[in-house]
């Protein structure tokens, strides 16, 4: 079975910092993909990232990075110089391999309610 | 290009009705997916469907029905609703990798 735990339950750091967002995951596939997506206070689902279990290169895109690192099961993602308008629930999720048509779904973690005060 | 669309957006049901959540895409993607999120659970998969005529149970299917007669179109059945299943259910839609997720419903059950 695959498993998705984000440890952090809920983070507040001052407008400005940089803060991490953990996720670690387990999974017997040896193709998957990771995801993380955004859900502001409106709701919506906001994607951010998908990575391939065969891709551990990080990724910055703007003030957004990302760790994926293999040997600990982790896919961490890193926001530098935080803004209010960053404050909103973070997911991390993982789909398991697609091979004849087994396209299961996502699984996330609990997720990390992110609170950027000004 | 709408995306994915969820029909209605808010519902109130009494304890024993029944309702149909209404999913539909317009980029001719093979796999739909219901999730549900309650507070602190993040997303959990109810059902899942990768084509036409062709439905499978996720994580929580209980309590839960699912169609797929067109390709486009993904529905989801409470048959006879309970409080626990008051949620906010989010409907997705992929080709391979990405989910595109729909605005979400909103659903209480009273």
């Known amino acids: 079975a695959q498993k998705v735990t984000q440890a952090q339950t809920e983070i507040s750091v001052v407008e400005k910092e940089d803060v991490t967002l953990d996720c670690v995951y387990e999974?017997?596939?040896?193709?998957?993909?990771l995801f993380w997506y955004k859900q502001p206070p409106s709701g919506e689902l906001v994607f951010l990232i998908r990575r391939n279990s065969f891709d551990e290169q990080n990724e910055i895109s703007g003030r957004y990075s990302w760790n994926f690192q293999k040997s600990t099961s982790s896919f961490n993602f890193t926001i530098t110089a935080s803004q209010v308008v960053d404050s909103a629930v973070y997911f991390c999720a993982l789909s398991g391999e697609y091979s004849g048509g087994g396209a299961d779904g996502l699984t996330f973690g609990k997720g990390t309610h992110l609170i950027i005060q000004p | 290009n709408a995306g994915v669309t969820q029909t209605p957006k808010f519902r109130v049901l009494k304890t024993g009705q029944s309702m149909t959540l209404l999913c539909a895409q317009d980029m001719n993607h093979e796999y739909m997916y219901w999730y549900r999120q309650d507070p602190g659970m993040g997303l959990r998969l109810i059902h899942y469907?990768?084509?036409?005529?062709?439905?499978a149970k996720g994580e929580v299917p209980d309590g839960y029905n699912v169609s797929r007669l067109k390709k486009q179109n993904f529905l989801l059945g409470l048959e006879s609703a309970a409080p626990s299943q008051t949620s906010v259910y989010f409907c997705?839609?992929?080709?391979?990798?990405?989910?595109?997720f729909g605005p979400g419903t909103r659903l209480t059950v009273t």
């Open positions: 469907s990768v084509g036409e005529g062709t439905t």
């Open positions: 999974t017997r596939d040896t193709t998957y993909y």
């Open positions: 997705a839609s992929s080709y391979y990798g990405e989910q595109y």
